[in-house]
């Protein structure tokens, strides 16, 4: 073992015990607060709350790591929803395939928004905010503006199993622990670095950023359009209003959890751990009664602290 890799061991396991300390802390403090935070209950229904947040995450992890960032996916939800509701009820399809074809509409929208962006070199702020807007109107297009409900087949995908945790979450906490290979253990996550890093050095170095860029954004639809999946079988109906304004709460939890807002740093895992403190407080604080803007003060606090903090480790990081 190299000098460098203890530290490098440190690091990790550090920031690691540091989000644990905190979720400890919001445990503590909520169970003080509440007699029924500390239950089964509702450890159970944060767990099978959390999987269309936690992939979509796991998408935008990879986005802001190549210094972009994509607003719509919330609104490629939808119509990922949008669109197996449709496949199910109306055309007869089962699960698998219309699962596929609701992934396939989201590589789709991801993969305009990052052709788009890299082909005209636009920032993919404007890019996604538009996509935003085209993927709500399909979602409503797609089903005339009415809830299509599915009913039992789809809902026990989101259903407790052993444990009172659902297939959703399990598939979900599986994707978390792929997306950190990917990006930690493969050629692709390190190209996602050093674009983030430094894109001109890249080019320089004789790799192409442009179509890893889009692959990015495409895979991240991917994730969206599974989050779709997924928050279809909760509700057990494809509600195109569903997912207005998730995509702040999936920037919180990325943020939250670390990846740098300037790209070229981030981690899945911490990311997955900024997605539970995020649910953990939006729990916490319905529980103790505190009100809807109470909440996004709270929850804006939050996100600020953490931006502020992800300031400081990039000036120190500079300095070093």
Known sequence: MTKTQPNWLRATFGSYIGFVLAIAAMIVLFGSLSEYFLTTSTFTTIANDIPAIAVMAVGMTFVLIIAGIDLSVGSVMALAGATIGIAMTQWGWSLLPAMFLAMLVGVGCGFLTGMVSVAWRLPTFIVSLGMLEIARGGAYIATNSRTQYIGGAIDWLSAPL???????????????????????????????????????????????PRPIKVLVFALTGALAGLAGVFQTSRLEAADPNTGAGIELQVIAAVVIGGTSLMGGRGSVVNTFFGVLIISLLEAGLAQIGASDPAKRIVTGCVIIAAVVLDGYRSRQARRA
Do not use: C, H, K
């Not at 659902?166 to 979900?172: D, E, G, K, T």
């Not at 390190?190 to 890249?202: F, S």
């Open 162 to 208: 052993l444990g009172g945790i659902s297939p959703a979450f399990m598939l979900a906490f599986l994707i978390v622990i792929a997306g950190q290979l990917l990006l930690t253990r493969t050629v692709l996550g390190r190209y996602m670095i050093g674009i983030g890093t430094n894109e001109e050095a890249m080019r320089l170095a004789g790799i192409d």
